[in-house]
């Protein structure tokens, strides 16, 4: 009967998203498949978490701009799994329960069992199922892009790995963020969390002790699900989020410099730093020359190929984040992608600089000047 409830709490919690849906984005389009997630956490963990739904569709509405709207999305879901991931939360006090067991002999001897929170969970009841419920958030979005015989194998990863683990919060963490750091392009970067499953094995058959750290995990999820809109940014570029923000700028794309080329621009007044990335150059290490601005050099590292970040490109990549990273986030969940721009300083009150391409670039590689900002 409880099952039947919460089904059809599932149910009526997506049919109301789906109703709310009034943004074109995947992630809004997914708000359905969300209120179902949030539901089977709830279902797993603290029922008063169903009051996410109402908070995703108010979201929905009420929020025009769009990263501002996905970024609440993001908030809303890593508060639930944290609350869910953490039973000594101060929404679900433990209370211990004891309870008699009858023994061969017919004699009750009582014991007290692990703590519990609301409904007498047990912290580790629905480890598994927060662990898979993170990554489909994680990696199922947009839906178009799914490669569902890779993302079904990851998830059964995911569950063993728990699993073996001990289904603690570290457990959890461990499975959630192997997974998602695993782009699965091409096939055999499956290895990576098939190597993780054998050393967590090992680990245990050699007597790992238990290891909870409660705290580090939680907050690794959550920090990953606050962003998961743009997971596949967070899964390939992880310290982009980190970096100060900077405001947007109109990009001119004046022109592409092939080696030993030359461009003479006037510095537009206020201008603090030129904009440029690489074209066919993604297999460049960081500090190989890409240019000059003035006797200044560009290289690897100030900028990086221009689509380096997109999933299908990035195993065979070797360009770093650009330190001061100047490109957009493109796309959506884990299709979402940073181009490779960055910034470069401009001398001290220049009125006109000179960029020139490296006479080393190879044929097709090019210097892109994207403009002053």
Known sequence: MTQLRWLLTAAIAAYACFLAVHHATPVDRALPFLAVIVTLIAARSYPSLMLAVPMLI???????????????????????FFVAMHPSSGLRPPSPLVEGRRLHNMSLVAFAPPQRGEGGRRPDEGSVTFALSAILILRWIPFSEVRIGRELF?????????????RTPFAMAVAILVVFFT???????????????LIALLAKIFGMPKISLRWPSVVAVAFVLVFFAWSGVVARAFPYFFKRAKPDFTRTMVTALAANETLTLDVPLGATSLVVSGANVARMTRGTPLGTLDSHP??????????YLRRDHFYGTRNPLPRDPAGRLRGHGYAAWVDGAGRVPLPPRARVVRITADANLPRGASLQVEGFQ
């Open 58 to 80: 108010l979201a929905e509405i009420a929020v025009l701009n769009e990263r501002t709207r996905l970024l609440a999305f993001g908030v809303i879901v890593a508060a639930v």
């Open 154 to 166: 990851l998830l059964a990863i995911a569950a063993v790995i728990v699993l073996i683990l001990d």
């Open 183 to 197: 782009p699965a392009v091409p096939l055999r970067t499956l290895l990576v969390p098939i190597a993780v499953l």
């Open 298 to 307: 560009i290289r690897i590292g100030d900028a990086a190929d221009w689509g």
